[in-house]
Nanobody, 122 residues
Framework: QLQLVESGGGLVRPGGSLRLSCAAS????????IGWFRQAPGREREGVSC????????SYADSVKGRFTMSRDIGKNTVYLQMNNLEPEDTAVYYC???????????????WGQGTQVTVSS
C-alpha cells in the first residue's frame, strides 16, 4: 500500500522555525502533486502549500506566503516544508497528501499521511 510518512513536528516558540518532512513509499513522489494541509482544533482542514507533478508549479496559502517554503528531494522521494517565523496561529496538525491528477492546488486527495503536530507557543 502506498504510504506518506510525516516527521519534524514539535513545539517551537513564536518566531522560530521547523522543517517538516514527508517521505513517500511504494510510489514515486515526482509522479504526483503533493500538498501540505493543516487542521487546528475546532477548525476545518485547510491547504497550506502544494507542488504539481514534476515540480512545475508551487503554490502557498496567503497566510504562509513569505514564511513557508516547499521543496522536494527526488532522490530521497521526500518533500519538505520549511516553516520560518512561526506564529501561534500556525499551531495545527500538518498532513502531507498526494494527488494522482497532478495539479496544484490539489482538488482530490488520493493519499494522506498520518499527520504531525506543530505547536507554536511561548
Amino acid at each position: 500500500q502506498l504510504q506518506l510518512v510525516e516527521s519534524g513536528g514539535g513545539l517551537v516558540r513564536p518566531g522560530g522555525s521547523l522543517r517538516l518532512s514527508c517521505a513517500a513509499s511504494r510510489f514515486t513522489l515526482d509522479n504526483y502533486a503533493i500538498g501540505w494541509f493543516r487542521q487546528a482544533p475546532g477548525r476545518e482542514r485547510e491547504g497550506v502549500s502544494c507542488v504539481s507533478r514534476g515540480g512545475i508549479k508551487t503554490s502557498y496559502a496567503d497566510s504562509v506566503k513569505g514564511r513557508f517554503t516547499m521543496s522536494r528531494d527526488i532522490g530521497k522521494n521526500t518533500v519538505y516544508l520549511q516553516m520560518n517565523n512561526l506564529e501561534p496561529e500556525d499551531t495545527a496538525v500538518y498532513y502531507c497528501s498526494a494527488e494522482s491528477f497532478g495539479g496544484c492546488p490539489i482538488r482530490t486527495v488520493d493519499y494522506w499521511g498520518q499527520g504531525t503536530q506543530v505547536t507554536v507557543s511561548s
